[in-house]
């Protein structure tokens, strides 16, 4: 069976400062692993995702994550926050095969402090 | 509380004919979203709908594509004139109005395969 834990149902930062949203996750599969973001009255915006090339993997405006399968972490990570970065971030798990499986995190909602 | 319902599961088309993909939100949810998703490629927005109005098709393809949220009723994606590329999962998702923590729910998706 598939999860996501997403641990934090907020985060606040100050602009400028690090960002670090967490994600824990379990699969039964070797899974795709994927951070997206929402912005209010806007869909979901692919931030990043891995597929088991690099466990390093670099995103969209500056976000990156690593896997870390001994961890069964995915945590989202970016080295200085921007006003425009607070939306809501979903990490998702998802198997394809014959059932298509797709599973989100409840979500975690930055907030950033000027 | 059922979820969201999405019908059918698999729906197998021939080139050139029309897909009608359905979803039925969560009771109490007003705001339905549209998602591609191809194998490993992460889900791609489509569209944003509330009842009766488009918010955002940003991702919808100009052509053959289209949604519909009536007032009454499941919201529809239709394809026309299918092609071999429309071939993917399809994933329907609904909210209230305001997103957060438990506030953002997908249906279990149609697999659209087209021969």
């Known amino acids: 069976a598939q999860s996501v834990t997403q641990l934090d149902s907020h985060v606040s930062v100050s602009e400028g400062t690090p960002v670090l949203l967490r994600c824990n996750y379990s699969?039964?599969?070797?899974?795709?692993l994927f951070w997206y973001v929402q912005h209010p009255n806007k869909g979901l915006q692919l931030l990043l995702k891995y597929t088991s090339a690099a466990t390093l993997v670099k995103g969209i405006n500056g976000f990156e994550a690593e896997f870390k399968k001994s961890e069964t972490s995915f945590h989202l990570t970016k080295p200085s926050a921007h006003m425009s970065d607070a939306a809501e971030y979903f990490c998702?798990?998802?198997?394809?095969?014959?059932?298509?499986?797709?599973?989100f995190g409840k979500g975690t909602r930055l907030h950033i402090l000027p | 509380n059922a979820g969201v319902m999405q019908n059918p599961r698999h729906l197998v088309r021939r080139r050139g004919q029309e897909a009608r993909l359905r979803c039925s939100p969560m009771k109490g949810h007003s705001h339905v979203y549209w998602y591609r998703q191809l194998p490993e490629e992460g889900l791609k927005f489509m569209v944003y709908l509330q009842k009766e109005n488009i918010i955002d098709e940003s991702g919808m393809p100009k052509e053959r594509f289209s949604a519909e949220f009536p007032k009454e009723g499941p919201s529809i994606l239709r394809i026309q004139q299918v092609v071999r590329g429309d071939s993917a999962a399809y994933f329907c998702?609904?909210?209230?109005?305001?997103?957060?923590?438990?506030?953002?729910?997908f249906g279990s998706g149609t697999r659209l395969t087209v021969v």
């Open positions: 998702v798990v998802s198997v394809m095969n014959r059932d298509d499986k797709i599973i």
């Open positions: 998702a609904s909210s209230p109005f305001d997103i957060g923590a438990d506030g953002y729910t």
């Open positions: 699969s039964s599969y070797s899974p795709s």
